[in-house]
């Protein structure tokens, strides 16, 4: 044996628990859709034709104050040349698929009620839920945000997730992939212990397949970004989760009044929000977590220049998450589903030129001018593919343009590690 042969041997061992714990902790992507946003619904007001009458009555805004395409883009902000394809996609989306994912609220959305009054709700929600899913206009994703696991919410969050959980699995005969939890106000690494503790009992008494429960953490109080020990428990609880979290969620007023923000500042771009969101992204990197931004409560609705402002500000603030890798949003209004598409459609639009030809160069040979690396190649093709996977891009035009299908597209953007 050479002394190389020894010395490789001496570093595998000595590294061996080292590359256990990257491949486990950091496995890449999970290799699912991720959805541009997520619609927050009180529980009291959602049906089983809450979707498509969300997309109903987003088109009947863009109708009333869009005023076309040309008037559309410029007061969003968005190319010219982009007018017409991007207002053409929008009507197309809010037709066809104008929530991609849906949270029925039994947290702030809804608020305190009487158990009576809760219970009803949930067992009237699941089973709307359940109609939808049999009619085909559910959300394609969709799930609960219930009561966090603070001492006073505990037994009520507890009891809403155990009961809609069982009968909506009663009524729609099984759990779909898309359905996800939401665990809000997170304060502890214990807390998420305690949700996976939670989930395991609520599988084994509803007779659910071990993991069919996952859920996200809302990053929305300043416990969860920093500890009282100095260290960022919200990475912590990201492994904490035993592979149940799917996302951390930014909640922009909780977290921005906690951190004694006055009310008029509080927004998804103070650098309170910024630096929490950094930190999410850093925890969540190479562990198939993803990431989403929060919600702006500027509404577009009252008269037309009332929603003109609204949208512009919604526009602005969809494309500032988008180009620093935030591609999830909350929106909690029917009326900001045309800016949150156009904003989103254009930025994959004006980008899909220069990054389908560094593809086709990385992938077939050629100069596109860059020379790119493995890691940027994945960045790129996870762009062209989430355009693909919103709308904003076609199966054909990959093709065309990249010389590469969407399976070949997916195998480059969402490799898992090792």
């Known amino acids: 044996m050479t002394s190389?042969?020894?010395?490789?041997?001496?570093?595998?061992?000595?590294?061996?628990?080292?590359?256990?714990?990257?491949?486990?902790?950091?496995?890449?992507?999970?290799?699912?859709?991720?959805?541009?946003?997520?619609?927050?619904?009180?529980?009291?007001?959602?049906?089983?034709?809450?979707?498509?009458?969300?997309?109903?009555?987003?088109?009947?805004?863009?109708?009333?104050?869009?005023?076309?395409?040309?008037?559309?883009?410029?007061?969003?902000?968005?190319?010219?040349?982009?007018?017409?394809?991007?207002?053409?996609?929008?009507?197309?989306?809010?037709?066809?698929?104008?929530?991609?994912?849906?949270?029925?609220?039994?947290?702030?959305?809804?608020?305190?009620?009487?158990?009576?009054?809760?219970?009803?709700?949930?067992?009237?929600?699941?089973?709307?839920?359940?109609?939808?899913?049999?009619?085909?206009?559910?959300?394609?994703?969709?799930?609960?945000?219930?009561?966090?696991?603070?001492?006073?919410?505990?037994?009520?969050?507890?009891?809403?997730?155990?009961?809609?959980?069982g009968e909506l699995a009663a009524a729609a005969g099984a759990l779909g992939e898309g359905f996800v939890l939401t665990l809000p106000k997170v304060t502890s690494v214990d807390q998420v212990e305690a949700m996976v503790v939670a989930c395991a009992a609520v599988e084994e008494a509803h007779g659910l397949a071990p993991g069919a429960l996952r859920f996200e953490i809302q990053v929305e109080t300043p416990q969860s970004v920093l500890g009282a020990d100095g260290t960022v428990l919200v990475a912590r609880m990201i492994h904490a989760a035993d592979g149940r979290c799917t996302g951390l969620h930014y909640g922009t007023y909780d977290y921005s009044a906690s951190c004694g923000i006055a009310a008029g500042y509080q927004s998804m771009e103070h650098p309170a929000a910024d630096h929490a969101k950094a930190v999410m992204q850093v925890a969540a990197a190479g562990t198939g977590v993803f990431v989403s931004d929060g919600s702006t409560n500027v509404l577009p609705v009252g008269d037309r220049d009332a929603v003109h402002a609204g949208w512009r500000l919604h526009a602005r603030l969809v494309r500032r998450s988008l180009e620093r890798g935030f591609y999830q949003g909350w929106d909690l209004h029917p009326a900001q589903l045309p800016s949150r598409f156009a904003a989103t459609y254009?930025?994959?639009?004006?980008?899909?030129?220069?990054?389908?030809?560094?593809?086709?160069?990385?992938?077939?040979?050629?100069?596109?001018?860059?020379?790119?690396?493995?890691?940027?190649?994945?960045?790129?093709?996870?762009f062209v593919l989430r355009g693909v996977e919103c709308g904003a891009v076609d199966d054909s035009e990959v093709e065309r343009l990249v010389d590469a299908d969407r399976d070949r597209l997916a195998g480059l953007a969402r490799r898992r590690q090792g």
Not at 142 to 156: L, Q
């Open 4 to 165: 190389i042969d020894a010395l490789l041997r001496d570093l595998d061992a000595r590294l061996a628990t080292a590359d256990h714990e990257l491949a486990s902790r950091y496995p890449g992507d999970r290799g699912v859709r991720q959805p541009v946003h997520t619609v927050y619904v009180p529980a009291d007001r959602f049906g089983a034709e809450t979707v498509p009458a969300w997309g109903r009555q987003a088109r009947a805004v863009l109708e009333e104050h869009g005023g076309g395409p040309g008037a559309f883009a410029d007061l969003l902000g968005l190319p010219a040349d982009l007018a017409e394809e991007v207002h053409e996609r929008v009507r197309a989306k809010l037709g066809t698929e104008p929530v991609e994912d849906l949270r029925i609220d039994f947290e702030d959305g809804y608020g305190a009620r009487s158990d009576e009054d809760e219970d009803a709700a949930l067992t009237a929600a699941a089973a709307a839920l359940a109609r939808s899913l049999a009619d085909g206009d559910a959300a394609p994703f969709h799930g609960i945000r219930f009561k966090s696991f603070e001492a006073p919410t505990r037994a009520r969050g507890v009891r809403t997730l155990h009961r809609f959980v």
């Open 346 to 382: 254009a930025f994959y639009r004006e980008g899909l030129p220069s990054a389908a030809a560094r593809l086709r160069a990385y992938l077939g040979g050629g100069d596109s001018g860059f020379l790119d690396e493995p890691a940027t190649a994945t960045a790129l093709a996870g």
